[in-house]
């Protein structure tokens, strides 16, 4: 079993910063990619930010230059900065990872998600 423990979601003026981390623990041989999701109410879940264990990474359009996704691999951690906020920006941040189990299958987890509110 996979635990992902997320942390970082506050309220925040518009223009302002915040930090989100999402560590994950338990039976892990090796994690590949770790990501960030957002929910607002009403609208689907998308892809916010992407980085692969190589440290290669994908953003969505709306946050490129704005917001900067990173990982520790020793850690099993991963943080998005998250700079020059909009409330546009306001939702539930959710972590996600794909990782490799000791039994070299693959599986996927969700974290329980963090409020991350933008309004003055």
């Known amino acids: 079993q996979v635990q992902l423990e997320e942390s970082g979601g506050d309220l925040v003026q518009p223009g302002g910063s915040l930090r989100l981390s999402c560590a994950a623990s338990?039976?892990?041989?090796?994690?590949?990619?770790m990501a960030w999701y957002r929910q607002a109410p009403g609208n689907q879940r998308e892809l916010v930010a992407r980085i692969f264990r190589g440290g290669s990474t994908n953003y969505a359009d709306s946050v490129k230059g704005r917001f900067t996704i990173s990982r520790d691999n020793a850690k099993n951690t991963v943080h998005l900065q998250m700079n020059r906020l909009k409330p546009e920006d306001t939702a539930v941040y959710y972590c996600?990872?794909?990782?490799?189990?000791?039994?070299?299958?693959?599986?996927?987890?969700w974290g329980q998600g963090t409020q991350v509110t933008v309004s003055s």
């Open positions: 996600n990872i794909d990782l490799m189990n000791w039994q070299l299958g693959t599986e996927n987890y």
């Open positions: 338990g039976s892990i041989f090796r994690i590949d990619a």
